[in-house]
């Protein structure tokens, strides 16, 4: 068996295990996403570092919610420099800064990826839109999280902190595969199992939304042949979404 072989057994275990045991979780976020939906509100997602990435996830995308919407503020990415963003997402008083960017209003739902859910940024954004009125959920690893002291003063870890938690049922320092002459592990998890529970997610909502007989819009993809139908849409949101 090679390495990605394995690799792809280990991954697939985790979902199975993620899927399984998260389903009351994966309930209970679909619910607060519907009610949002209903009541004219958004969705927001946020992640710093390589949980960036979930926040894009649900974002413009085919088959997608219009009323997604991601938190992005590079200096907490990866491209204008990514040493520095680590540095960036543990610096207290930072995480309300870039919440103002963004028209965040209550009842909206707010994700925060993180998944160590240690540092500062990611627990300030859960605490900051606690006191905004947001509904928050968290994807995390609860392994992870539970095996390293936080980074904020509160001393608190973002599992702690929000409405709803999604653990990514990942293994502390993410990386699971063992090589022989590696001193380190290879092989990440917590995009892939991260992403399939968010849209896990998105998919229970608008389920539950229709049967609350309010049907959500959503996006087509831009390179098939449905013409105008995301035009529309973005002329709809283009003023309530910072990125759009």
Not at 25 to 51: K, M, Q, W
Not at 200 to 208: D, H, L
Request: charged letters at 20%; hydrophobic letters at 45%.
């Amino acid at each position: 068996m090679t390495a990605a072989d394995r690799y792809l057994e280990i991954a697939l275990e985790q979902i199975r295990n993620a899927t399984d045991t998260q389903r009351g979780a994966i309930d209970a976020s679909a619910g607060l996403v519907a009610e949002a939906l209903v009541a004219g509100r958004f969705l927001y997602a946020f992640g710093t570092g390589h949980s960036h990435m979930l926040a894009e996830e649900p974002f413009y995308r085919a088959g997608g919610l219009a009323r997604a919407a991601a938190i992005l503020d590079p200096p907490l990415m990866l491209h204008e420099g990514a040493a520095a963003s680590s540095q960036r997402e543990q610096q207290t008083g930072y995480a309300a800064q870039v919440l103002d960017r963004y028209p965040v209003a209550a009842g909206d739902v707010l994700v925060i990826a993180s998944n160590s859910g240690r540092n500062a940024v990611p627990v300030e954004m859960a605490l900051t839109a606690r006191e905004r009125g947001l509904r928050t959920i968290a994807i995390t690893s609860l392994a992870h999280s539970r095996a390293f002291p936080s980074r904020h003063p509160s001393g608190k870890r973002l599992f702690e902190l929000t409405d709803v938690v999604l653990d990514n049922c990942g293994v502390p320092g993410d990386a699971v595969l063992d090589l022989p002459g590696l001193p380190r592990r290879i092989g990440p998890t917590s995009t892939i199992v991260g992403a399939l529970l968010l849209n896990m997610v998105v998919v229970r909502a608008v389920e539950i939304s229709i049967t609350r007989r309010h049907t959500p819009d959503i996006y087509a993809s831009s390179n098939a042949d449905v013409p105008g139908w995301n035009d529309a849409l973005i002329a709809k949101y283009q003023p309530q979404i910072r990125h759009l």
